[in-house]
């Protein structure tokens, strides 16, 4: 029987939704903007079955991928379950057979071997195919017209990792690709394997280094010179897998270090540089200026994940799992392993920011994010459990000025991650729309919203509707109508 009553998480409007869906031209208040030809694609995770273990992580949910695909100011969506092998062994017992994050040993008997990827993290669109990415195994290639599931992906056999990142990097000007794989030869290995994927897909570059210690190693920054490796708090270890504990704990007595590495160098040329308890999941620019390297990422003081539990048995600290929009700067004349901290914005935001990818690895203006400001007004009478943490806000956070510019989504929506797509033929910066998914708590429906990136307080210009509850996203990315074989 599949039982989710008893999951206080998983009621309102974050319970499983767990189906299929087609909606063929979809309502929309507003006009959508013509210019806008290609998909939205969604990744996210919802339960096929039931968690085995009610401390499991989210990031444990299956793989859903779902698209709102736009032509001719229309726009129809589609979503599928990512059909891995754990999902069709699932589908079959009809029950959850896997354990916990990461961790096999919490497995049932018989399904040694198994791939035990979920594919909910990021879709990515490349070399005229679409993925479906995890950073605890290979992509996974999806049929960009179906949404169905064809297979792991291995770069012509020549992308040796056993994992693939689900933040790889794009170089504007050339359009390869920078990625890499951590516990990249096994589990609880501190290998990282670091490739350069040319725009058709073919491998061009490898190297191999061994991290400080086996830890989380979400995203990378990218320059024109440069590859930033952050690596910061999480620890595992055989041992805790075989306690039959996530993956993950978080030890606030290690430091966080910083690997640069040049993009035309070998495992010897990274330099390390260390700093104090960070957490850089995410990050939104990097450049290379003379003899400094310069990231810019929305950085957490601490762990961000309550369900990474502390390793010496301190309680999360929510306060502590903030992030701001800071720089570090890293001098790669200096004679010590430091670098700077500075934060560029007073708030606290959300970590899943975004900028104009055209200008990834050059200098640029413009963050996006989403934040939460408490002083638009909120009808929590009818938003129900909407309280104080859901970002209201999509902001534009203006490098240059220290300003912002903001778009408020309404009084019972929470909004995910934003998304930036340039506006057809225009070359500067910023012009553009942001696209993103709210969360309408009053009508119990999903809302991709949207705006002109350069008027945010205008409000939005198109709200697509979808009449039922979207699979939540971990991250979306706009695919141009000719970056994949769409029919
Ligand atoms: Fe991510």
Redesign the pocket.
Known sequence: MVDFSKISSMKGFLAPTRFEADVYDCEVIGKVPGDLNGAFVRLGGDWLYPPKFDDDSPFSMDGYINMFRFHDGIVDYKGRWVKTPRFKADLAARKQLFGKYRNPFTDEPGVEGLDRSVQN??PLAFAGKLFTLKEDSLPYEIDCNTLETIGPWNFHGKYRSLTFT??PKIDPATGEMICYGYEASGLETNDVFLYTIDKRGNVTREIRFKAPYISMV??IGLTQKHVIIPVFGFVTSMERLKEGKVHWGWDSTKPAYVGIVPRDGEAKDIRWFKGPERAT??TLNARTEGDKVILEAPVFDSNPFPFFPSVDGSPWDAQKARAYIRRNTFNLNSKDDGFTEEKLFEMNVSD?GRVDDRYLTHPYRYAYTAFSDRARPAREWRAGNLSAGANNCYGRFDLATGKMTSYFAGETHSLQEVCFVPRAKSTAEGDGYILGVASNFAEMRSELIIADAQNLAAGDIARVILPFRSTPQ??GRWVNADELPFA
Do not use: G, K
């Open positions: 993290t990021t689900a933040h979400h995203d999941v995410h899943l971990v991250h």
